[in-house]
């Protein structure tokens, strides 16, 4: 394997070290709602392919969350993809959640091809996730990740990309690719 290889490897371990992350342990603290147009004190408060943002943090593990424009400008957008018992899982491996005190809402980024994202990996948190200006350097515990391709979840991405599927609340897919400075 070349070096080049190699260091491709590696970048796609990190993104895809991000996914198990942000769908199992970074969103699993209680959370609390109350910014935006219309805040989200309960998964019931948006429907299933609606989108949602998150707008900040208020301390303790908890964030607000608010409904949205699916195409907020310059705005990380995700989509409400369903909701289950706080000891369920979500449908997808790379979903995040927002714990409530009694469900979470799974729900699925809602990337834009050649945008960049501040991604979380081991040790971030959900309001680590953001879209921001592709030279902007990482925050601790993240990568920056630009999206190459979007697509249906069967997307083809080359080597020195990592794969993002989703089966709710659609079928979405997402090729990625970290960015290093």
């Not at 995700?78 to 000891?87: G, I, K």
């Not at 699925?108 to 960049?116: E, G, I, K, L, R």
């Amino acid at each position: 394997m070349t070096a080049n290889n190699r260091a491709t490897a590696a970048l796609a371990r990190r993104i895809s070290v991000a996914s198990v992350v942000a769908g199992i342990a970074v969103f699993t603290a209680g959370c609390d709602f109350s910014a935006g147009s219309t805040a989200i004190s309960k998964p019931s408060d948006v429907t299933a392919g609606n989108c949602l943002t998150i707008d900040g943090s208020t301390g303790e593990g908890k964030v607000n969350a608010s409904t949205s424009s699916c195409d907020a400008e310059g705005r990380l957008t995700f989509y409400a993809a369903e909701t289950t018992s706080l000891s369920g899982s979500c449908s997808g491996s790379n979903s995040a959640y927002i714990a409530f005190s009694n469900e979470k809402l799974c729900i699925t980024p809602n990337f834009v091809p050649s945008s960049c994202y501040q991604i979380p990996t081991t040790g971030g948190r959900l309001v680590d996730y953001r879209k921001i200006d592709c030279d902007s350097s990482a925050a601790p515990s993240t990568v920056i990740a630009t999206v190459a391709t979007r697509g249906a979840a069967d997307i083809s991405c080359t080597e020195e990309q990592t794969k993002w599927k989703f089966a709710q609340p659609a079928s979405i897919g997402y090729c990625l690719k970290e960015m290093v400075a």
